[in-house]
């Protein structure tokens, strides 16, 4: 089974900085995709952005980027010009090719700060 | 977009009785849901893949008979705690892609609102 590891438990930003979480997953296979998902104090679940592994290109959504690297099966997320509303836990998660359920990572919760 | 509907939000019962939890997709159909649970301040764990028409598959450690899942329909799938006890306490989240082939894999996964179940 794939798992996906979130270190980052507790981060915290200055509005209008910038600040990366981190991701790392273990899979034997050689497509599947990848998410961002948002979940602030409402708990619905948002996805921010997503990957496809077969895509050498980062992708991007607005303020949110990623730096995919795919041999060293490492997915974070950098958010630009952090806003207030960007507070809530941020899980990583993985699928495979086969679009199977999500395998979520541990989530870290970020506090952006005025 | 593609919405899924969760219905109650949230709900209190008593122990020993059971629950019935709904997930419909509004405007579109589904041949598979997912069901989550997820504990305070923790992960979304998957218990089990709706699949429409015929029995769900579990994840290991889920009690099958404990959580009931019925996909009757492609726009409903049903979770049922029986027997509920106050350690299954817990926020209960659905999800569903929009689509019954194949490519709808493709498209991102939508979740529930999700059902906050206390036990009392």
Not at chain 2, 11 to 39: H, N
Not at chain 2, 80 to 108: K, L, M, Q, R, W
Request: glycine share 4%; charged share 15%.
């Amino acid at each position: 089974a794939q798992t996906v590891t979130q270190s980052q438990p507790e981060m915290s930003v200055q509005e209008a900085e910038t600040v990366t979480l981190s991701c790392t997953y273990d899979t034997s296979e050689n497509n599947y995709y990848l998410f961002w998902y948002k979940q602030p104090p409402s708990r619905q679940m948002i996805l921010v952005i997503r990957q496809e592994a077969y895509k050498q290109q980062n992708a991007t959504e607005n303020r949110f980027s990623v730096n995919f690297q795919k041999a060293a099966k490492s997915f974070s997320l950098k958010i630009s010009d952090s806003q207030l509303g960007d507070t809530a836990m941020y899980f990583c998660a993985f699928m495979n090719w086969a679009g199977y359920a999500l395998n979520f990572g541990k989530g870290t919760s970020l506090l952006v700060t005025p | 977009g593609a919405v899924v509907s969760q219905h109650p939000s949230w709900v209190i019962c008593k122990s020993g009785t059971s629950v019935k939890i709904e997930c419909r997709s509004l405007d579109f159909q589904a041949t598979t849901m997912f069901w989550y649970r997820q504990f305070p301040k923790q992960s979304l764990m998957l218990m089990a893949t709706s699949n429409e028409g015929s029995k769900a598959t579990y994840e290991q450690g889920v009690e099958k008979d404990k959580f009931l899942i019925n996909h009757a329909s492609l726009t409903l799938s049903t979770l049922t705690v029986t027997s509920a006890h106050p350690e299954d306490s817990s926020f209960y989240i659905c999800s569903a892609y929009p689509g019954t082939d194949d490519s709808s894999y493709n498209s991102p996964l939508h979740f529930g609102n999700g059902t906050r179940l206390t036990v009392t």
